[in-house]
């Protein structure tokens, strides 16, 4: 497209189209649409989480507003592992399995590379095409964003809405691969790390801390010839997971194994999934953990907001550089200058 701007015929045209623009929809209209779990408006709705406008934002919050209140009972599961090891085979497998039990699901991604990478996760439409094509599932890419916080706040959002809508079941798939892990972690129930057969007990490079939040392991393409490939694999995982520290919850991370190419041993796999939600939930842990986390966004949301609003006040944009310089000769204590440059500035809430 060019960049050229058109030549103005009328110069109270563009003026005519601004005023003409669709209305945004009312926050009523897309509620209502939530509740009766409208994909459209569902969509819509997810549109506004994710937009920086302040508009957009306005309504974005009285939308989560209502939808926290219209929650659901649900469950999160995480799924991660590196790429290639066949998370969006394994999601469809194991969505189809939840449609044949008529259970309705959503699927989003956390990528905080994806500006970068043009969308790797759920972005290509050729990927899970079974699920993309049923009434009864919602499949949302990952949002854009610069920060992996922003990313992770949106669709931690869009969890709210989601299960305002009805879905039951709510699948955030990440790569295994940095920090995103940590993020989807402390979004969900259940945590899921998918691994290959036969690279022994290394753990294939998995930080050992992805490992650590493991509430289920599946070794996946434990095809038909591999099998006895998978199951000692299986075996050194098991192991390995054992030198961790047992989990608050007491729950025993279990090690599966699964082929979501040839469709076996994932009804197992939901088996332990909602074992997980029974023996938490049994025991209180289940609720106890997703308070945990939203205390965890409280403070993750402070941070990130007094961090923002810190460095895009004018008078810190005007003297932290020259701060800096001084800093660097040794003519001023960091410690000092960052209390000046507090000082500076009132924070308040916006
Ligand atoms: P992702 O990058 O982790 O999402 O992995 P994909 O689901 O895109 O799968 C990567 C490749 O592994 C694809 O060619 C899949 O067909 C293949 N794959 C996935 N699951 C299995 C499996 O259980 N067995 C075999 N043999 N291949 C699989």
Redesign the pocket.
């Known amino acids: 497209m060019s960049n050229k701007k058109r030549p103005t015929i009328n110069p109270k045209a563009s003026e005519r189209v601004h005023k003409r623009r669709k209305p945004l929809p009312e926050v009523d209209v897309l509620m209502e649409g939530i509740l009766k779990g409208d994909r459209v408006l569902l969509s819509k709705a997810i549109t506004f989480i994710e937009s920086e406008h302040p508009t957009h934002q306005d309504i974005s919050r009285q939308l989560i507003e209502h939808c926290l209140k219209a929650r659901k009972p649900s469950i999160r599961v995480g799924i991660t ?12 497998a194991l969505g189809k399995h939840l449609l044949e039990k008529d259970n309705p699901l959503a699927v989003l991604a956390i990528d905080p590379s994806s500006q970068i990478s043009h969308g790797s ?1 759920l972005g290509d439409k050729t ?1 899970m095409q079974v699920l993309a094509a049923d009434q009864r599932v919602y499949i949302r890419p990952s949002p854009a964003g610069n920060s992996l916080g922003g990313v992770a706040q949106k669709t931690r959002e869009t969890i709210i809405l989601c299960e305002a809508a009805g879905f039951e079941n709510i699948f955030v ?1 990440t ?2 691969v940095g920090q995103s892990e940590i993020a989807v972690h402390s979004m969900v129930d259940c945590f899921v790390l ?1 691994l290959l057969p036969g690279a022994g007990d290394d753990l294939q490079g998995i930080k050992r801390g992805i490992v650590e939040m493991a509430d289920l392991v599946v070794v ?4 038909t010839g ?1 099998q006895q490939l998978a199951a000692e694999s299986r075996k050194a995982y098991k192991n390995a997971l054992h030198l961790f520290p047992p989990k608050e919850n007491n729950w025993i991370p279990q090690v599966l194994s ?5 469709n076996t041993g994932i009804a197992e796999v939901w088996a332990a999934v909602n074992d997980f939600r029974k023996h938490t939930s049994a025991n209180g842990t289940f609720e106890e953990h997703r308070q945990t986390q939203a205390r965890f966004w409280l403070y993750e949301s402070i941070h990130q907001q007094l961090k923002r609003q810190f460095f895009e006040h004018p008078n810190i944009k005007t003297q932290l550089a020259q701060m800096e310089k001084q800093v660097e000769a040794g003519e001023l204590s960091p410690f000092r200058a960052a209390s000046d440059l507090l000082a500076l500035i009132k924070i308040s809430a916006k």
């Open positions: 592992g590196s790429p290639g090891v066949g998370k969006s085979t394994f999601i469809e996760i990927r798939e790569v295994g998918l996946n393409k434990a095809d591999r699964c082929s979501a190419l040839e």
